[in-house]
């Protein structure tokens, strides 16, 4: 039995659409201010790079990069942050980026990571958001689709490290070997 990316859940062209919006959103409610966006690695990595694209204002772009999985679909509840920012951000307005929320651990952990370092704004962007497998909960400022318990691949989203490079979002399936 092998898992697949099958169905297509979301289409390059709805993304598209959705981040254009999303930052339509970020540049009206930041206007003024030059915020930082910090992508969530490895997950976030195709996201943030449309999204500060789709900006229209003075922003910084950094990286954390943190995992919460195994190899399985299913969160460890356990953060391990494997690299930090590289500026500091006291005093500015960070806007977090990540690729999709599920049980909210990982989210949870960064925020209040974020958090001790005074920021002078702490909000959080979403491409997905799977809002039925919540546990813990987190305000997210913005959501690009909620999507139902399904694991997803593609456009960043990974399984065992594979299917990022997917232009859309699909949903992963078992398929039995011919
Ligand atoms: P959480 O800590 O349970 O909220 O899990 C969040 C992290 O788990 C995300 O940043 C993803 O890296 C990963 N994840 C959760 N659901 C999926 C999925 O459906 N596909 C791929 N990765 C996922
Ligand atoms: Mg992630």
Redesign the pocket.
């Known amino acids: 039995m092998e898992r697949l990316p099958g169905r297509v859940l979301i289409s390059q062209d709805e993304i598209a659409a959705r981040v254009a919006e999303l930052g339509t959103a970020i540049g009206r409610d930041y206007a003024g201010r030059a915020p930082i966006l910090v992508g ?1 690695l490895k ?1 976030a990595l195709v996201f943030v790079a449309d999204l500060v694209r789709a900006i229209a204002l003075p922003v910084s772009l950094d990286f954390m990069s943190l ?3 195994g190899s399985g ?1 299913r ?1 460890s509840g356990v ?1 391990r942050l494997s690299a930090d920012l590289s500026m500091s951000i006291e005093g500015r307005d960070v806007i977090v980026v ?10 949870s952990y960064l925020r209040r990571n974020l958090a001790t370092r005074h920021p002078r704004s702490l909000a959080l962007c979403a491409l997905l958001d ?1 809002v039925a ?1 919540r546990e813990i909960e987190v305000p997210v400022d913005y959501v690009g689709f909620v999507i139902p318990d ?4 593609g456009y960043g ?3 065992d490290g594979l299917h990022r490079n997917l232009g859309h979002i699909a949903a ?1 399936e078992t398929r039995v070997a011919p």
């Open positions: 969530v997950g995992s919460s999985y679909t969160s953060v990540e690729d999709i929320i599920d049980s909210g651990r990982t989210i799977k497998r399904e694991f997803v691949v989203l990974d399984h992963l």
